[in-house]
């Protein structure tokens, strides 16, 4: 039966669900069972086609929950969260960087333990 042998969750626990309801009023479950269902909506994307391939690429990541490529995201350790990637910037960002300048100690035993290009993951809403 369903609810024995199948190994998929999603149907075992509705077999349980009808299995109840048929054994505490069938006529309830009979209205149920053959309730009028609505159609299945259309799904449609406001998303641009490039995007949307990107999406698809990281599909079960969480930037296609939150339907940002991960690059808008995902930083290193030596970028700023917030600052606009660009490579004009770039220079001036690593001259402000306390830790090429030696002027931070406290960081150093960070930079030590962390590789540089380890991404790490900064989401503000």
Known sequence: TATEKCANPDVRD???????????????ARSVALAEKS???PVSSDLPAPL???????????????QIPAPHFVYTKSERPGIPRNAALQPSLDEES???SGTDNAGASDAAVIADGEPELLISF
Do not use: F, K
């Open 14 to 28: 509705r077999a349980y669900v009808y299995w109840r309801l048929l054994s505490a009023d069938p006529a309830a």
């Open 39 to 41: 159609p299945p909506l």
């Open 52 to 66: 949307l391939d990107e999406l698809v690429a990281e599909l079960g990541c969480v930037s296609s929950v939150l």
């Open 98 to 100: 306390p830790t090429q």
